[in-house]
């Protein structure tokens, strides 16, 4: 694991792990093109972009809001639950994911930042980082207050698992739809296709684009110290994580559209959540953001 500054010229190693980890990740994306010779139908689309929205907020909503930066509260079992939802989106176990965007806060647009645009350049950071040897393990001295959980540091060893599980029901789905439904055109290697690898496609880089796009296109409402920025159109795309300026100046906050007219889906559905106790303590920025705000504009 490397701990100094992040250097994108560093060669990767050739372990196993790292090699299986890049052949892995380029084969979803080579995967996508069998949509040439299964076709498709409108219920496999569907099932993409219904699983799209569901694994997005599961990142933003759980990965990034609650386990990043701890902005509202909920029940140990929910926790699990909510963690296991977001290990299906194939971008590792919470505590990984935890761990690396709270040193991203720490050294944002600094030279020991994982993924800046700034500093290291659009490809590196965008998806050059997630395939570097360098930050294959987590950071456990950022997240001890996850790995205190045994079921979450099981989850985190065994993380390729639910994913891997999710494609293969979205194999049998097809299956099961081909011959109880024939009308709606699907098959299993169609759904699989659809509902797995263009769905996962779709979420890297809708998620690794808050890593490089908001750090250089959109808007800056505060003075934060790094070049962060909100964006509208990528806020729609990853349900609210466009607000990337409002977030950096006030990362405590559960939501990242600060405004009435920020869309910011993900907030829409823990505030739904927290209707049933699922989810509660909703932090929110204080009187003195919004009184910066008005200074500035």
Known sequence: MYHGDVDPSVKDDF??????????????????????????SWVAVAVCLALYVIRMFAITGVYHRYFSHRSYDTSRAFQFVLALL???????????????????????????????????????????????????????????????????????KYNVV???????????LGVWL????PSLGTNGMQMLTWG???????????????????????KRRFP???????????????LGEGWHNNHHYYPGSE?????????DISHYILTALSWFGLVWNLRTPPERVYAAAGKLS
């Open 255 to 263: 939501r990242q559209g600060f405004y009435w007219w920020e869309i």
């Open 178 to 181: 081909e011959h109880a439904y």
């Open 15 to 40: 372990s196993f792990m790292n090699i299986f980890k890049q052949g892995v990740f380029w084969a979803v994306h080579v995967a996508c093109l069998l949509a040439l010779w299964v076709g498709v």
């Open 224 to 238: 934060s110290t790094d070049s962060s920025r909100n964006h509208w159109l990528l806020a729609l795309i990853t």
């Open 86 to 156: 977001g290990t299906t989106a194939a971008q590792k176990g919470p505590i990984w994911w935890a761990s690396h965007h709270r040193h991203h806060h720490r050294h944002s647009d600094t030279p020991e930042d994982i993924h800046s645009p700034i500093v290291h350049g659009l490809y590196f950071s965008h998806v050059g980082w997630v395939l570097s040897s360098q930050f294959l393990e987590p950071r456990l001295d950022l997240v001890k207050d996850l790995t205190k959980y045994p079921e979450l540091r099981l989850l985190e």
């Open 162 to 172: 639910p994913p891997i599980l999710l494609a293969v029901a979205m194999f049998f």
């Open 196 to 218: 797995f690898f263009i769905s996962t496609v779709l979420l890297y880089h809708g998620t690794f684009c808050i890593n490089s796009l908001t750090h250089l296109i959109g």
